[in-house]
């Protein structure tokens, strides 16, 4: 059983525009979400999170949404550049133990 | 400030041989520790955490092994190592609030 989903393997996005990475999840319990981004041959990074009081974070160039009721989150980065051009993971967590990840999304941006 | 360091980097073994891959934390006391694995082409896979020394938990049924011999030393091993076993292995710690800290992997072939 898949609790957390990213349902877009890849995404291509031009250099300068927004992208927006999209995140599903089934277990109504998780009350704490994190996006990790993860070059090749290497280990992921902490990019950003929210908790699920909040429905809205921003870092940056990096946003985070939450929709509860969707049990729906999303990451937007704008301006996208050429070195966001990576894998990113969501990731959702119950309590403070264990993260569950989504599948990753590949994100390409172009020049 | 906290590091992690996993070795060795890249490994190449025959099935049926042994395997010892190491994770040592610094900077940071009684983590909670966790090893995850990334197959080709697929999300990440939690496969043991550990919130103590000696305390591990088992995420999926596997031919691989976990040991926590000290509070920041996290250790993942196998007896008879299988073609599945291939893949790249990721170390992180977390303190209580969930956002984990990943260290760089060790890309396993199994020849």
């Known amino acids: 059983d898949q609790q957390v989903k990213q349902n877009s393997p890849s995404l291509s996005v031009q250099e300068g525009r927004i992208s927006i990475l999209n995140c599903d999840y089934t277990?109504?319990?998780?009350?704490?979400f994190l996006w990790y981004k993860k070059y090749p041959a290497e280990g992921p990074t902490f990019l950003i999170s929210?908790?699920?009081?909040?429905d809205k974070n921003e870092d940056g160039r990096f946003t985070v949404f939450l929709n509860k009721s969707a049990k729906h989150l999303s990451l937007h980065i704008v301006p996208s550049q050429p070195g966001d051009s990576a894998v990113y993971f969501c990731?959702?967590?119950?309590?403070?133990?264990?993260?569950?990840f989504g599948q990753g999304t590949r994100l390409t941006i172009n020049p | 400030s906290q590091t992690i360091h996993q070795w060795p980097a890249t490994l190449v073994q025959p099935v049926g041989s042994p395997l010892s891959l190491e994770c040592t934390v610094e900077?940071?006391?009684?983590?909670?520790l966790y090893w995850y694995r990334q197959a080709a082409g697929r999300g990440l896979q939690l496969l043991f955490y550990?919130?103590?020394?000696?305390?591990i938990s088992s995420e999926v049924p596997q031919n691989l092994s976990a040991s926590r011999p000290q509070d920041r030393q996290f250790i993942l091993s196998s007896k008879k190592l299988l073609l599945s076993d291939s893949g790249f292995y990721l170390c992180?710690?977390?303190?209580?609030?969930?956002?984990?800290?990943f260290g760089p992997g060790t890309r396993l072939t199994v020849l």
């Open positions: 992180a710690w977390a303190r209580m609030n969930n956002e984990q800290f």
């Open positions: 990731a959702a967590s119950q309590g403070a133990q264990k993260l569950v």
């Open positions: 277990n109504s319990m998780f009350d704490y």
């Open positions: 900077g940071t006391s009684n983590p909670n």
């Open positions: 929210i908790s699920s009081i909040k």
């Open positions: 550990s919130v103590g020394i000696g305390q």
